[in-house]
């Protein structure tokens, strides 16, 4: 269940990724400030590193069934990690709405334990393998 729902997860925030630069670049390009754009960018780069990053989760949580609760986590931490950081990001970039700066944090502590879940389950997972 894990490996098939959130592959597509992990695509569809990948595939969002793309639309959203390719939106940047072309047509926020003209309206926004540069410093608006790079932060538009950085919630793309990030959200396409994330969603490459639960497709990974997704994929190892065949090889790690003992540890398929840290993987439904990381794959979780990670989804939530993304909507807020790239989306307070692009909401900020767009609205210039400084306040939303302050959820991006947020969104990097959802990382950071999203990984930390992923490399828990490696080392659980990993036990007794050559």
């Not at 090889?63 to 609760?69: D, F, Q, Y």
């Not at 990381?74 to 700066?101: E, P």
Request: with cysteine.
């Amino acid at each position: 269940m894990l490996l098939k729902k959130y592959v597509g997860i992990g695509a569809v925030v990948a595939g969002l990724a793309v639309a959203f630069g390719a939106f940047g670049a072309h047509s926020l390009k003209e309206t926004l400030s540069e410093h608006d754009l790079e932060v538009f960018e950085t919630g793309v780069r990030y959200q396409m590193y994330h969603g490459l990053g639960i497709l990974l989760v997704a994929l190892l949580s065949e090889r790690l069934p003992s540890a398929l609760k840290l993987t439904r986590w990381s794959a979780r931490l990670l989804l939530i990690g993304t909507v807020l950081f790239s989306g307070s990001l692009y909401l900020l970039a767009l609205s210039g709405i400084d306040w939303l700066g302050a959820i991006t944090p947020l969104g990097g502590v959802a990382f950071l334990a999203g990984w930390a879940c992923l490399t828990a389950a490696a080392i659980k997972g990993g036990r007794g393998e050559a």
